[in-house]
């Protein structure tokens, strides 16, 4: 069994899968990462977004599940989290930064900018 890892941070509904990655496409790309789970269901969507650095030792990172919850509208629900790769540690794993808060506010910001929120 693994260790706890950040809380779960977003509720997104969105109209289906390409409507959610929509919100993500301009500013936190795709790339691999290591996994997160969220009730022992790897997550789904992975997205990061470099840093000023542009290292890979330091990077934002999300990670969504779609969920089997569908509101009144069909639309679909994702819950996620936010993180921060602050460096390496034993030479191979991401550290990641103990100050989650300041991450679920840094990619909140991002997500507005794109225009695509409805409502919060």
Do not use: C
Request: proline letters at 5%; a neutral charge; hydrophobic letters at 35%.
């Amino acid at each position: 069994m693994g260790e706890k890892q950040e809380p779960l941070s977003f509720i997104v509904i969105a109209k289906n899968d390409q409507q959610f990655i929509d919100l993500f496409e301009k500013s936190y790309p795709k790339a691999p990462m290591i996994p997160d789970f969220w009730n022992a269901k790897v997550h789904d969507f992975g997205f990061e977004k470099e840093t000023n650095l542009n290292s890979p030792r330091m990077r934002h990172h999300a990670r969504f599940w779609k969920t089997n919850y569908i509101v009144k509208n069909g639309y679909n629900i994702y819950v996620g989290t936010a993180s921060f790769d602050s460096g390496i540690k034993w030479g191979i794993a991401h550290k990641i930064n103990p100050d989650i808060d300041t991450e679920r506010e840094f990619l909140y910001k991002d997500l507005q900018k794109t225009g695509m929120i409805e409502d919060v």
